[in-house]
C-alpha cells in the first residue's frame, strides 16, 4: 500500500490577515485545530508543517518543536520547493496538500480522497477541478514521483505558490480524477482569510457540542448557516 503523508503549508505573513495560523480561538491557534484535524484522519499516520525560513516564521518552529510536530523550513515564495523536500526526506508515495487557512476541514473529506487515490491510477486526487465543496475543505493527494518530476517544468509564480497549479493549466498532461458533492457548495467560505472569516470561524467553534474533530461537513454547514 502507497505510503502518504500530509503536508500542511503554513505562514505569518498573509496578506490579509497577517499571522492568521497563530492567532487563538478558545486558547488554541488554528494550526492546532488543523493537527487536531490530521490526528483524527484514519488514513494519515505522518505529516510536517511546511513553513518559510523568514524570521516571522520562527513563532511556527518554535510551536511545532514544543509539541513535538514535525517541522520544515524552506524558501517562503517557492512553496513547491518545500513539497519536494518533505517528500524526499520522507520517501512517501504521495502526499495530501492541506492549507494552514482551513481550520475547519472535515478529517472524513480527506480519508475519502485517499482512499480514491489507493483505488486508482491517478497523478492527483483532487476536490477542487471543478471546486464543489466549500472553500477550507479543498482536498488534493498527489503522486510524489511525479511531481517531483514536473517541478523542474514550473515556470510560473502561481506554480511555485499554489503547489498544485501546474496540474490544473496543463490537465491533459495527467492523470486527474476529481471527486465532487453531490449539492453544490463552492458559495459557502469556511476558510480563514480574513478577519470576518476568523470572527466566523470562532463563532463556530464556540457553538460545538463535541470535539471539533467530529464535526462532518454536514453538520460543519449546518453551523455556518446559522450565522450567515
Known sequence: MPKIGAI????????????????????????????????????????VVATSVETSDDIIETYCIEHEVPVYRGSL??????????????????????????PLIDPCLIDKGVNLYYDGDFDIVTNVFPKTYPSGQSVEVVNTAKYIQIYPKMTLKDDFEHVTHFFYRKPGDFKIFNFSSETDYSHIHMSVDTPQDMLNFSTIVSAME????????????ELYQKIN
Open 8 to 47: 500542511i503549508q503554513a505562514r505569518m505573513s498573509s496578506n490579509r490577515l497577517p499571522g492568521k495560523v497563530m492567532k487563538e480561538v478558545n486558547s488554541k491557534p488554528l494550526l492546532q485545530y488543523l493537527l487536531e484535524k490530521l490526528e483524527h484522519c484514519d488514513s494519515i499516520k505522518e505529516f
Open 210 to 221: 463535541k470535539p471539533h474533530w467530529q464535526y462532518r461537513l454536514d453538520e460543519l454547514i
Open 77 to 102: 515564495n517557492d512553496v513547491s520547493s518545500r513539497f519536494v523536500s518533505i517528500s524526499n526526506n520522507n520517501q512517501w508515495d504521495a502526499f495530501v496538500r492541506v492549507n494552514g487557512d482551513s
